[in-house]
Structures are given as structure tokens and as C-alpha cells.
């Protein structure tokens, strides 16, 4: 267990919906991290908060948007859902931007599956 | 941005045998590499890191190298065993000193250890 809490497990919807993927960091962890894993393109960064801050952008859909609130944890919401968005998706957290380590932790991942 | 290459795709072996999994990074001022294993249906977890102020370290069957100039890194396991069978992740920083800590995953790497 790595302290990362990722909840729902399992997600089904259907196309053009919305949902809300919610992740609980580790203790003292300041940074949350976003990533969408799909079968054909690995792990691919999403988005990243510092502190409730957005502090780096990768391959983010503009109909994807996420957030950290003051009590640190973070939720990725997906809109408009395509079949192509089926995928797992991870969070994972680390103490902060800088450090002697960097090491991130991941969430046991939500799975969500657009019918 | 970074750009990280990881080969080969899947890599079979007979236990005790040693495995061999390289990747390539595009960008220079990268200088945090860690290596994630998954496995089926979990999460990615750390199994060892190497920052560029070093060239090789090792965790009892696990080592990794790192040449700077070409920008390349391999993960080496020894004496495979079959609960070694997972997917390897190697990874990309510039966290290390710039406060910046995303990750770039290369596309992973299936291990098959027979018995």
C-alpha cells in the first residue's frame, strides 16, 4: 500500500458524460500528479499540482480539467466522455518539486470504461 | 520536451537468465532516471532510481547504468525468477535540481520469466 487513495475503483458511463476521479496523497506529500494509462501508449502524463497550485501541463485533453484543494487531495474531471478515453488512470503523489528524492507514489489507479 | 525511448516492447527469458532493458532520453538536461515495475492490474511501484551525478547502482539483482553522453540508461536484472514477470517502466526527470519533477515514461517493457 503506498498511501495513495484513488477512489472510485471502477468507472462505466457512457459517451458524452461526465465524471470525477478523486485521489487522496500520501501524509506530507505536496505534489499530485495525474496520468492516463491506455494499452498502445503506456503512461502518459496528464497534469501535475503543487500545493494547490497547477504546476505543469503534459498531454491534457482541454476537455479534461483537474484541481487540488486545500486539503490536498485532487480530482480529474473528464467531460464529454469518447470511447478513446477508456483507460486506467493514476495518480500518484510526492513530498514536493525539489529534494533529495523525487520518488513518486502511485494510487491504485480508477479504471473507467465509456460504452 | 523530453522524449523518452525504451526497447524492447516485450523480452522473454528462462529463470536465471538475465534481463536487459535500455532506454533513451532526448533531453540533456534530464537528471533523474527511476525504473517502475507493474504488475498485472496494479499499480507502478519504484524498484530502483540513479540520479546523473552517478553512473551505476545496484539493489542486490537489480542495477542500472546511466552514460550521459550517449543518454542512455539499462536496467539489468540477474538470476531472474518468475515473480520478476511484470511490466518496466523507465523514466525521464529534470527534477533532481530545477524543482521540476514531472515524469516522462517510456512505452514499458513486458518481462516473461518461464520457469
Known amino acids: 500500500d503506498s498511501g495513495v487513495t484513488q477512489t472510485p475503483k471502477h468507472l462505466i458511463t457512457a459517451t458524452g458524460q461526465r465524471v470525477t476521479l478523486r485521489c487522496s496523497p500520501r501524509s506530507g506529500d505536496l505534489s499530485v500528479y495525474w496520468y492516463q494509462q491506455s494499452l498502445d501508449q503506456g503512461l502518459q502524463f496528464l497534469i501535475q499540482y503543487y500545493n494547490g497550485e497547477e504546476r505543469a501541463k503534459g498531454n491534457i485533453l482541454e476537455r479534461f480539467s483537474a484541481q487540488q484543494f486545500p486539503d490536498l487531495h485532487s480530482e480529474l474531471n473528464l467531460s464529454s466522455l469518447e470511447l478513446g478515453d477508456s483507460a486506467l488512470y493514476f495518480c500518484?503523489?510526492?513530498?514536493?518539486?525539489?529534494?533529495?528524492?523525487?520518488?513518486?507514489?502511485f494510487g491504485p489507479g480508477t479504471r473507467l470504461t465509456v460504452l | 520536451g523530453e522524449n523518452v525511448e525504451q526497447h524492447p516492447s516485450t523480452l522473454s527469458v528462462q529463470e536465471g537468465d538475465s534481463a536487459v532493458i535500455k532506454c533513451t532520453y532526448s533531453?540533456?538536461?534530464?537528471?533523474?532516471f527511476p525504473w517502475y515495475k507493474q504488475e498485472l492490474g496494479k499499480r507502478p511501484q519504484l524498484i530502483i532510481d540513479?540520479?546523473?551525478?552517478?553512473g551505476e547502482k545496484k539493489d542486490q539483482r537489480i542495477a542500472v547504468t546511466l552514460n550521459k553522453t550517449a543518454k542512455h540508461f539499462s536496467l539489468h536484472i540477474t538470476e531472474t525468477q518468475p515473480e520478476d514477470s511484470a511490466v518496466y517502466f523507465c523514466a525521464a526527470s529534470k527534477g533532481m535540481n530545477s524543482g521540476y519533477s514531472t515524469l516522462t515514461f517510456g512505452k514499458g517493457t513486458m518481462l516473461l520469466v518461464s520457469p
Open positions: 500518484a503523489s510526492s513530498v514536493g518539486l525539489a529534494g533529495d528524492t523525487n520518488e513518486q507514489f
Open positions: 533531453d540533456s538536461a534530464s537528471n533523474y
Open positions: 540513479i540520479r546523473s551525478n552517478v
